[in-house]
């Protein structure tokens, strides 16, 4: 019973920025917004997380809406080497529970 | 940068036959996970430990399923017997004990089992 709503699949152009979107209406005032992706055969690949503040590093910018209640994560020059599924989750921040995936958005970069 | 090890990486067994996972976290992590992934979904996860004892094995199928951390560093993972419907992908995650720190993966163990 993930607590988010992602898009099964998008497409994106090389070079161009990837939009990942994300819904979490029920989302609580604890908890955070994780990223995460997985390339065929590897395990999950951390990418980002916050709470309600926009976050980036060297791999992705995260911009949570005012209300919490959605988030989109940026990639913001796709590689081929992006394709993959991206996996958003919410988990409360005062303790350490387990991360629950959904189904996850498959990007597929395309030269 | 520091790393989740998993062993091995593909494992093929017949039902009725044992089978083990063994995985070692990033240096001082006290928390581990182990999820199982079926292939075209998200991981679930199957047992948390904190350091050495079990948080929550609630989903773990305790008849043939056995997991332990016995020095609260590595882990191993057991089936006994297999059953067909245990081949998936079985990961191995790390965190540290502070309550948002992310979980870091290994690359998993493929079982297929026969």
């Known amino acids: 019973d993930a607590k988010t709503t992602q898009p099964p699949s998008m497409d994106c152009a090389e070079g161009r920025a990837a939009n990942l979107p994300c819904n979490h209406s029920?989302?609580?005032?604890?908890?955070?917004v994780y990223w995460y992706r997985q390339i065929h055969s590897q395990g999950p690949q951390y990418i980002i997380h916050?709470?309600?503040n926009n976050e980036t590093n060297e791999m992705a910018s995260l911009i949570i809406t005012e209300d919490r209640k959605s988030s989109t994560l940026i990639l913001p020059h796709a590689t081929l080497r992006d394709t993959a599924v991206y996996y958003c989750?919410?988990?409360?921040?005062?303790?350490?529970?387990?991360?629950?995936f959904g189904a996850g958005t498959r990007l597929t970069v395309k030269p | 940068e520091a790393e989740v090890a998993q062993s091995p990486r593909y494992k093929i067994t017949e039902k009725s036959q044992a089978v083990a996972f063994w995985c070692d976290p990033i240096s001082g992590h006290a928390t581990l996970y182990w999820y199982r992934q079926i292939l075209g979904q998200g991981p679930e996860l199957l047992v948390q430990?904190?350091?050495?004892?079990?948080?929550?094995d609630s989903q773990l199928p305790k008849d043939r399923f056995s997991a332990e951390r016995l020095k609260g560093v590595d882990s191993t993972l057991k089936i006994q017997p297999a059953e067909l419907g245990d081949s998936a992908m079985y990961l191995c995650?790390?965190?540290?004990?502070?309550?948002?720190?992310?979980?870091?993966f290994g690359n998993g163990t493929r079982l297929t089992v026969t």
């Open positions: 029920t989302i609580s005032g604890n908890e955070y």
């Open positions: 916050g709470l309600k």
């Open positions: 995650a790390s965190s540290l004990l502070r309550g948002n720190s992310p979980l870091h």
């Open positions: 430990f904190q350091d050495e004892s079990v948080v929550d």
């Open positions: 989750i919410v988990r409360e921040s005062y303790n350490n529970n387990d991360m629950r």
